[in-house]
């Protein structure tokens, strides 16, 4: 039996690409529904997987599908393997007929948002794609620079931001992320706001 190979232009991804890139942002999300399946999509161009790809994660079931993006914002399903799991998230039948993989393309297309604009909702989705612990909002700063010159006998080989500090930060507040983005500077997250953008900005300028 042959292996199931499907891949496919996507338009969309490419405009929305284009919003990110204005936000300054390189992972991004949406509501999305096919039938009765209602999850959040991931669209990442990060390091966070191994080249672009296209991420569904349903509210309450761990279990998510991960489906390249190729190069040409080209949707690609390969193999009997992704095709069977892809079907087993969205519920498809397997039954002759039934599903049409144009028509599953054609609901996503219309659910991708022309642009991009960075919410609560998508920071949630954001924290939990990552499983990200520590909370949406940010609350303090620790400015690693400062701390070694208060504390010169620390070992220069830790106490630094982290590559994923800075990628939440990008992605759930660019704003801050475009003044912190080169300075050993990392952003301290909680469950419940505290300080205001404009707040945590300023305290990383004193």
């Not at 144009?102 to 991708?112: A, H, M, R």
């Not at 912190?180 to 305290?203: H, Q, R």
């Amino acid at each position: 039996m042959a292996e199931y190979t499907f891949e496919c232009y996507i338009e969309e991804l490419k405009k929305l690409f284009a919003s990110m890139k204005e936000s300054d942002v390189s992972v991004s999300s949406f509501p999305f529904t096919y039938k009765n399946i209602s999850v959040d999509a991931i669209f990442d161009t990060s390091s966070l997987t191994n080249g672009w790809m296209l991420v569904f994660l349903k509210e309450t079931d761990p279990k998510r599908i991960y489906i390249p993006i190729e190069k040409g914002y080209r949707l690609s399903i390969k193999g009997n393997e992704q095709y069977g799991r892809f079907k087993e998230f969205f519920k498809i039948s397997s039954k002759k007929g039934e599903f049409k993989i144009s028509e599953f393309v054609s609901t996503l297309k219309g659910q991708i948002p022309d642009k991009y604009t960075v919410t609560s909702e998508t920071r949630k989705a954001y924290l939990k794609y990552t499983d990200d612990k520590d909370g949406e909002y940010p609350v303090s700063v620790k400015d690693w620079e400062k701390y070694h010159i208060r504390n010169p006998k620390a070992p220069n080989d830790k106490y630094h931001r982290t590559d994923e500090n800075l990628l939440k930060t990008r992605n759930c507040y660019p704003e801050i992320y475009r003044v912190i983005k080169d300075k050993d500077i990392s952003i301290v997250y909680g469950k419940t706001p505290d300080k205001s953008i404009k707040e945590i900005i300023s305290k990383i300028e004193e």
